[in-house]
């Protein structure tokens, strides 16, 4: 993967959601700590997870694509124990249900900034998985960005992917 | 006061519980998706749904529960944009909440709606 710079508002539209969203209904305060691009396949990606559980929203219509959440452990329960004012001890089901829930505020308010640059999509149901080892496939023609953040309850990152709107067109993000 | 709470999020149904509760509304049903909420909805005072959820959504929840009552309907939903505002005010709801929201904005809801 590269270092990039963010040069349009697009990526920086889904930091400021998420930084949004974890204050709001958790009440922690995260920062965007470095990107990277995915690169470009015609065969496809295969991305491997390497920390503890991912919420994942699909996107459809007017541009194609997805957005996945991965947490820490510490960050899961810290997110999900924030939005509820309980203390997890465990990924449950109800971490879960609360990272999907997580996952579909930053979609939707993703969605909301993008509409208003004119992109405009639909959102998938948020779908959780917990655990570490699996593999995810994005399809070819595909380009991506993957954001890093950290807070004092742990780290996490963020992979957006999108077809069509940037095909051929590197305006999401530039290698350096 | 009743207040029927519909969202396939367990989590999030617990997040609106508690933020109720604290307003001093105790009295509080919930439903998993629209369907579900078709059958609960005819003894509640006000309605908070979620707009995307299996089985039946929450915009199509609001047009068939518009042919047989008035009760409020909240929109409590991460669609924030224009065209999804309009649509759902279009489709018979009475006021429009964004998530991420601050708790306190849902008893401004329910006090402004219920009287």
Redesign the interface.
């Known amino acids: 993967m590269n270092q990039v710079v963010l040069r349009d508002g697009i990526t920086q539209d889904f930091i400021e959601v998420t930084e949004k969203v974890l204050s709001t209904m958790a009440g922690l305060e995260v920062s965007h700590t470095s990107s990277s691009i995915v690169d470009e396949s015609v065969n496809g990606l295969n991305i491997t997870s390497c920390l503890d559980i991912t919420g994942f929203v699909g996107f459809s219509g007017g541009a194609k694509g997805s957005v996945l959440i991965t947490l820490s452990k510490d960050m899961a329960l810290a997110t999900v124990g924030g939005m509820l004012g309980v203390e997890f001890q465990e990924i449950d089901s109800d971490v879960g249900d609360g990272i999907g829930e997580l996952i579909n505020m930053v979609a939707g308010g993703a969605k909301t900034k993008l509409q208003e640059r004119g992109i405009d999509f639909e959102l998938s149901i948020a779908n959780t998985v917990m655990g570490s080892d699996y593999q995810v496939t994005i399809p070819p023609g595909t380009n991506g960005i993957r954001l890093n953040f950290n807070s004092s309850a742990g780290k996490f990152f963020m992979e957006i992917f999108f077809q069509k709107i940037f095909d051929g067109k590197p305006h999401l993000c530039n290698q350096v | 006061m009743k207040v029927l709470v519909v969202d396939?999020?367990?989590?999030?149904r617990?997040?609106v519980k508690?933020a109720l509760n604290e307003g001093g509304l105790s009295d509080i049903e919930e439903a998993e998706n629209g369907k579900e909420a078709l059958e609960k909805a005819g003894n509640a005072d006000i309605v908070f749904t979620d707009w995307?959820?299996?089985v039946m959504d929450g915009l199509t929840f609001v047009k068939e529960f518009r042919k047989t009552s008035q009760t409020p309907i909240v929109m409590l939903?991460?669609?924030?944009?224009?065209?999804e505002v309009l649509e759902a005010m279009k489709s018979g709801v009475n006021d429009y909440i964004?998530?991420?929201?601050?708790p306190n904005v849902l008893l401004t809801k329910v006090r402004g709606l219920v009287k």
């Open positions: 396939d999020s367990a989590v999030m617990r997040i508690k995307n959820m299996p939903t991460t669609e924030g944009g224009q065209k964004v998530k991420p929201f601050q």
